[in-house]
């Protein structure tokens, strides 16, 4: 095991590591559950954005096991780079292994390269909160648990900042989901990126058992919610570092 403590033993990341991928794929062959983990959640756009001017800038989001929420984002227009990594604790504890202990700071996180002009941080942050995760689950997601899988967004500056706390607000004054909001705002972290075994995995994985089951409807959701902001073709980071 990598040190993580599970609840859905099945379909976790730490229960297919011991098994081995071909021993878990055999077992899905029978255990396929018919519904995806996570529903989405249709939402309003943010009333507060940012100025749609072209440019680059870099938004840090942390939502569960960071495969699903970097495949996601990989498949939006106006996104350069969408890059898995940890960000909330000490460079010297950025490691898959030391994360995963849930006693680093850190957060299993994405970090995402865009142009205002394509696609502003308010609608990143509507994909984020409607498909991307479900920002009512503290401290896990889905089958993970542990505070390096919280629901927090990394404000890069003071715009970033207000206009993720008046979204929270705004939606949980709109009460769309079945429990509060309970996203945190963080500032000054770094990101770190992850391990390259961890870069693209949905798309060079896509019959894994947990990305089948957690993963694959999120990019779905976002084509079916989304289809001004979806890109068929991700933005691969390993392609492009080649």
Not at 80 to 93: E, I, M, P, R
Not at 110 to 118: A, G, L, M, N, Q
């Amino acid at each position: 095991m990598t040190g993580i403590e599970k609840t859905r033993p099945f379909f976790t990341r730490g229960a297919m590591a011991v098994l081995g991928f071909a021993a878990v794929a055999a077992a899905a062959f029978w255990q396929t559950p018919a519904r995806s983990a996570e529903d989405a959640v249709v939402i309003p756009p943010p009333a507060m954005d940012e100025k749609a001017a072209p440019g680059s800038e870099t938004a840090i989001f942390a939502g569960g096991c960071f495969w699903g929420v970097q495949g996601v984002f990989q498949h939006v227009k106006g996104v350069s780079k969408a890059v898995s990594g940890y960000t909330g604790g000490a460079k010297d504890d950025a490691v898959y292994e030391t994360v995963g202990t849930g006693r680093t700071g850190h957060a299993e996180s994405v970090e995402i390269t865009y142009d205002p002009s394509k696609v502003t941080y308010g609608q990143l942050l509507q994909v984020y909160f409607s498909v991307a995760h479900n920002p009512t689950q503290l401290n896990y997601q889905g089958p993970d648990s542990g505070t390096q899988y919280r629901s927090t967004i990394f404000a890069e500056n003071d715009t970033q900042k207000k206009i993720a706390q008046s979204y929270i607000d705004q939606l949980d004054k709109a009460k769309l989901y079945p429990a509060p909001i309970v996203t945190t705002i963080e500032t000054g972290k770094t990101f770190y990126p992850a391990e390259n075994y961890h870069q693209d995995f949905l798309t060079l994985n896509p019959t894994y058992p947990y990305i089948v089951y957690n993963d694959l409807p999120k990019v779905a959701n976002l084509k079916q919610l989304f289809p001004a902001l979806y890109s068929e073709k991700p933005v691969l980071v390993l392609s492009a570092s080649n």
